[in-house]
């Protein structure tokens, strides 16, 4: 069992809670190599704070983009940020949205390594 403090000490809240239990089937080499993936691709939500405060200052939906939602982000653009209440929105909720996005990405990272064992065990055979 991997402690997950050792591999992702950034981790807090629910996503710690939820981290622990992906990590907690996994030795210490597989947790490893999970964290290293997946901190290469979590976003932290101070960054999406921060986006989505620039998005008073005419640049609204950068958060989105980062966040991976592309059609949300051209829409904010367009309509700042739909006058600004959606970004008014998304800055009472950045939290989640940042949970969200990087839950996803911890199921991306899992499902990207059991497609890497599965072709190292191929190759073995």
């Not at 592309?70 to 959606?86: D, E, K, N, Q």
Request: charged content about 20%.
């Amino acid at each position: 069992m991997a402690n997950v403090l050792r591999h992702l000490p950034e981790l807090e809240g629910m996503e710690l809670g939820y981290i622990q239990g992906i990590l907690k089937d996994m030795n210490e080499e597989q947790a490893s190599l999970f964290a290293q993936v997946y901190r290469a691709r979590r976003k932290d939500s101070q960054m999406i704070l921060i986006l989505t405060l620039i998005g008073f200052f005419g640049f609204a939906g950068l958060h989105r983009f980062i966040l991976g939602q592309i059609g949300l982000g051209i829409l904010y653009m367009l309509t700042l940020g739909l006058c600004f209440i959606g970004t008014i929105v998304d800055l009472v909720n950045y939290k989640s949205l940042t949970y969200e996005y990087n839950i996803k990405m911890a199921h991306e990272t899992l499902s990207l390594l059991a497609l890497s064992d599965d072709i190292k065990t191929k190759k073995d055979e």
